[in-house]
């Protein structure tokens, strides 16, 4: 009978420190039997709890199984708790790896924000996050301090102390009961002087929960005020400069004082007074007081009411000049003019401008006899619809439409339905979807007939050339745009959900589609009119990892490439005016395109200024790490053409204030906004030897159910800012002491 040769017998004594810890791993090529376990209490008056776990790893998978052998037995003053009194079969295979670990529970644990390490002298100088309560010679555990090493010579880890062993409170810096600091002689001396560097506890990311990071605005947005700006909140009318484009021939027919038609080279518009002036390549030979009339829809113009964007015909079914014989005034040369109606300006501040993120609609309430009358309606496209793919015509059949050159008109969503021989027309495809160029967008006619019109769209291109046939429409999934509306830059003030409604916002910003464009009028009533602003839809995105670097706060997120968020912008500044009674900070910024709400963040000691305290002998440096606002994101508050002003806390010294100059670039401007999900992401962190798993953002984390902006990009990744954690090791009063015995058997 042979007997398996016994390796050697294992004792384990260690401090029980904070938290949880690895007691022991079972060796390559051994197995082990745990032949006795116990805690004793060595505190005073104290009553702490321990659990005692026996981990099963399996190695193909990394899945990890607790067995607790013993869970809370509290620990008696001057006395033990044995946790094993038997054996206890441990094993390292191909499949299977054994741990022990031990958790203590006790009072007096603190967490740890700094460590100053002599290797001179082997003393430690610790911080803590809270007063400590420590006293001289009281015996301390200390666990997961994290260092960086100058040489890695002879070092096998950056955490420590590993393994666990007591300490001695050495003296107090400051107040005993108040101190947050204290010494220790943890090292040696004289063998290797090797620097230390302490770093906040490392974190390692393991998952992240599907639809962890969250970008779009489909929130509650609780509209605050509508501001009267230079052009008005709420702009009607059409007083806007107009470009000529085109006349179609013979488009002017003379009804008095001679015969014929007329072509015009050229046209000027007046929309104050509603003049119109016409120019031909030679004179027309007619005076004043004759008439003409305009062909419907065939003057074309541009418009400043949309930038320019598109082309309007005129005049349009309905307009005061359309089918009217119109008397010539200004008669000279190869010009006259004509009045076909002036198209006024009137300004409103509404009180009130309820937006639906979910459907982009935006009711605003203004005073009654706003005098827009001509509502939004819709059609439906009927059988005889086409779709040419190469060209991208789009001819839809609706019977007696009513419109005319020059309309607009918008699809909703998967309004339009098609089958396709691409996939041998198995299949029904909607459009527009929300990924086509013609989503949520105004489009104009280009021919019509009494029951057909034709819009231009986006070809499908080599990929997408073949042939369509149209099967249903929505119903009245076509809107036909009446008359306008333009928002005043930044005049809509509104809070958001996104952030539990902290901070407000501007609208329209310079980067949304309705920004300096017209916008049609959908449905009215006496006292409001509702229009189509445009969809704040929620996207969701998975990353598939995740960076926190506690030092700088900054979490940096792997994502899909084409992820499509704006990330932050960096601005300089010719000058900053700072009123210490208030906090008020304004700073210039020649040209920016800044809005209320935006964010921005000021670099270290950027801003240099002088002040009367001292009469302006010496220059000082902000914002510096003592300041209330360092590495915080700002509100701006105010804007105007060249200037914004952020709030960053009032001064004690209350004299003037001078700016003398500015870093480069010092200005961070907070790029778009995403809400990480509520406990989201999983990390494990070195103060626990990365041995149990967290969630996060906690309801204690400052972006817990709140938005955050992004800063920096990649291709593939976004960073923002989370905030910094010091932390970096825990410390407790030594209050338990392990002890075990171990077999430890070749299997070799």
């Not at 309007?312 to 008397?327: I, K, M």
Request: net charge neutral; glycine share 10%.
């Amino acid at each position: 009978m042979a007997i398996a040769p016994v390796n050697k017998f294992l004792s384990v004594a260690v401090p029980v420190t904070p938290g949880e810890q690895k007691l022991y791993e079972v060796p390559t090529g051994t197995s082990a039997i745990l032949l006795y376990a116990q805690v004793s209490n060595v505190g005073i008056n104290t009553y702490p709890t321990v659990t005692f776990i026996h981990r099963r790893e399996a190695r193909s998978t990394g899945i990890k199984r607790d067995i607790r052998i013993i869970k809370d037995i509290e620990v008696p003053p001057n006395d033990a708790a044995v946790l094993v009194d038997g054996r206890l079969v441990l094993e390292k295979t191909a499949t299977t790896l054994d741990r022990l670990y031990i958790k203590g529970t006790q009072l007096g644990i603190g967490t740890i924000t700094d460590v100053e390490y002599s290797p001179y002298s082997g003393i430690a100088t610790v911080t803590t996050m809270n007063p400590h309560g420590f006293s001289v010679n009281d015996q301390i555990a200390m666990v997961g301090i994290a260092f960086t090493c100058s040489s890695n010579a002879g070092i096998t880890t950056t955490i420590f102390p590993d393994p666990p062993q007591s300490s001695t409170v050495d003296t107090i810096v400051d107040v005993v009961g108040t101190s947050r600091t204290f010494t220790s002689v943890i090292g040696g001396t004289g063998a290797q002087f090797v620097d230390h560097f302490y770093n906040a506890s490392p974190h390692n990311f393991v998952k992240a929960v599907n639809n962890s990071t969250i970008s779009g605005g489909d929130y509650t947005h609780t509209f605050k005020s509508g501001l009267s700006t230079s052009v008005g909140a709420v702009v009607m009318g059409g007083d806007y400069t107009h470009k000529f484009v085109s006349a179609a021939p013979s488009c002017i027919q003379i009804q008095s004082g001679g015969s014929g038609t007329l072509t015009p080279v050229y046209a000027d518009y007046t929309a104050s007074n509603g003049n119109l002036v016409l120019k031909f390549a030679s004179n027309p030979g007619l005076a004043n007081g004759s008439t003409v009339s305009i062909a419907t829809t065939s003057i074309v113009m541009q418009c400043e009411m949309d930038n320019f964007a598109t082309n309007h015909s005129y005049p349009r079914v309905g307009d005061p000049a359309q089918g009217q014989n119109l008397t010539i005034s200004g008669a000279a040369g190869t010009a006259f003019t004509v009045n076909v109606g002036a198209s006024a300006t009137t300004a409103h501040t509404p009180s009130a401008a309820a937006y639906t993120p979910s459907t982009g609609e935006l009711v605003l309430t203004i005073p009654a006899g706003y005098n827009l009358n001509k509502s939004q309606t819709t059609l439906t496209a009927a059988s005889g619809t086409t779709y040419d793919a190469k060209t991208g015509i789009l001819t839809v059949t609706a019977a007696n439409h009513g419109l005319a050159l020059g309309r607009r008109i918008r699809f909703d969503d998967e309004s339009l339905s098609f089958q396709c021989t691409k996939d041998g027309g198995v299949g029904i495809h909607k459009y527009p979807r929300a990924t086509d160029p013609e989503s949520k967008k105004w489009v104009t006619i280009t021919d019509y007939t009494n029951n057909t019109f034709t819009v231009g769209i986006t070809s499908a291109g080599a990929s997408g050339d073949y042939p369509h046939t149209f099967v249903t429409g929505v119903s009245q999934g076509i809107k036909v745009a009446a008359d306008s509306i333009r928002i005043g830059d930044n005049s809509l003030i509104y809070t958001c959900a996104m952030d539990n409604n902290g901070t407000s916002h501007s609208y329209p910003r310079s980067t949304d589609p309705y920004y300096r464009n017209a916008i049609s009028i959908g449905a009215t009533t006496t006292t409001t009119i509702t229009a189509f602003v445009g969809k704040s839809p929620i996207k969701y995105f998975n990353p598939s990892n995740a960076f926190y670097d506690p030092t700088t706060g900054d979490l940096k997120l792997t994502i899909d490439a084409g992820y499509n968020l704006r990330g932050q912008t960096l601005h300089s500044i010719t000058g900053a005016s700072y009123t210490p009674t208030t906090g008020q900070l304004d700073l210039t910024i020649t040209g920016h395109s800044f809005v209320v709400g935006d964010k921005i963040r000021i670099q270290e000691r950027s801003l240099t200024f002088t002040c009367d305290k001292d009469l302006r002998r010496t220059s000082h440096t902000y914002p510096r790490q003592t300041d209330p606002w360092y590495n915080k994101w700002l509100v701006v508050t105010v804007i105007n053409v060249n200037t914004i002003r952020v709030n960053v806390g009032q001064s004690s010294n209350t004299s003037t204030h001078y700016f003398q100059s500015a870093l480069a670039n010092c200005i961070k401007k907070q790029g778009e906004s995403i809400k990480l999900a509520n406990s989201g992401f999983t990390f494990t962190c070195a103060m626990d030897g990365n041995s149990t798993e967290h969630a996060y953002p906690r309801s204690t984390d400052p972006y817990y159910n709140t938005s955050v902006g992004i800063g920096t990009t990649t291709t593939d990744s976004i960073t923002v800012h989370v905030g910094k954690s010091p932390s970096g090791g825990m410390v407790g009063p030594l209050q338990m002491e392990f002890i075990a015995s171990v077999l430890e058997n070749s299997t070799g």
